[in-house]
């Protein structure tokens, strides 16, 4: 599977996907409008960069009822 930035808040790793717990990042996909798209883009390009920086260490949180 292939390593990637869905968005400013989850990525791919290794199969799975990853939601970085207590962010919340505009969408570049069903975005309300383009300034909500330009914006999503620019969070996933800086997710890209945080994680292509170094080490990333990941801690598995319990989900919530709701699947948040």
Request: charged letters at 25%; hydrophobic letters at 40%; proline letters at 1%.
């Amino acid at each position: 599977d292939r390593n990637c930035v869905v968005d400013g808040a989850t990525f791919r790793h290794d199969g799975r996907e990853i939601r970085i717990a207590g962010v919340e990042a505009p969408s570049r996909v069903a975005a309300a409008c383009s300034a909500e798209q330009q914006l999503g883009r620019v969070a996933a390009d800086r997710l890209q960069t945080l994680l292509s920086g170094g080490r990333v260490d990941l801690q598995a949180l319990q989900r919530s009822v709701g699947g948040d």
